[in-house]
């Protein structure tokens, strides 16, 4: 049973455009939610966090959005560089339950010049 | 500072036999967790150690068992194993078992089992 999904396995995007990331829970006991990014051959970068209690939460360019009504999030870039392209994963956990993160499949975004 | 560090970076192995996997945390992190990647699956949670005890544990089948020591570095074993083992095997560390700040992964070991 995926509990975090990422119905978009790519994305491409134009430079200097926004991006939108999106992610689908069926957890309601999940209570914080996070994106990481990753390039071929390291490891998952953290990006930003979110807590349930909140419903956007933003860092320089990149924004996330949470609606928990339909347990939908999304991760904004704005605006797109070249050096996004990687792979993106959501994750979500809840918190004083058994709390291990669970990711998603992740979404392949390509920035095109 | 150096950042969380696994070793081997890459491994071949035959099915059957059992491997080995270390992964060194950020000095003064003392949650280490593990994560299976698969193409078709993405990251899975494997476990995840806390002052040398287990706090969780995956969906993963016993073959898959780790342990962590009193520096906080962790290894991982697979007994016996399989064709479908094949992955990238990433070791993330925390100062605390709160993940919302975000864990500081490894590079990884690239297990192929032949």
């Known amino acids: 049973d995926q509990q975090v999904k990422q119905n978009s396995p790519s994305l491409s995007v134009q430079e200097g455009r926004i991006s939108i990331l999106n992610c689908d829970y069926t957890n309601s006991m999940f209570d914080y939610f996070l994106w990481y990014k990753k390039y071929p051959a390291e490891g998952p970068t953290f990006l930003i966090s979110i807590s349930s209690i909140k419903d956007k939460n933003e860092d320089g360019r990149f924004t996330v959005f949470l609606n928990k009504s339909a347990k939908h999030l999304s991760l904004h870039i704005v605006p797109s560089q070249p050096g996004d392209s990687a792979v993106y994963f959501c994750a979500a956990s809840a918190r004083n339950r058994d709390d291990k993160i669970i990711f998603g499949k992740g979404t392949r975004l390509h920035i095109l010049p | 500072k150096a950042g969380v560090t696994q070793t081997p970076r890459y491994l071949i192995k035959t099915r059957g036999q059992q491997v080995t996997l270390s992964c060194s945390p950020i000095s003064g992190h003392r949650s280490v967790s593990w994560y299976q990647q698969t193409p078709g699956q993405g990251l899975q949670f494997l476990f995840e150690?806390?002052?040398?005890?287990?706090?969780n544990k995956g969906n993963f089948p016993g073959r898959f068992s780790g342990r962590q020591f009193s520096n906080s570095r962790s290894e991982m074993n697979v007994s016996t194993l399989e064709l479908g083992d094949s992955a990238l095997y990433l070791c993330?560390?925390?100062?605390?078992?709160?993940?919302?700040?975000?864990?500081?992964f490894g590079s990884g070991t690239r297990l192929t089992v032949v």
């Open positions: 150690y806390f002052s040398e005890t287990q706090r």
């Open positions: 993330a560390s925390s100062q605390t078992t709160d993940a919302y700040y975000g864990y500081t």
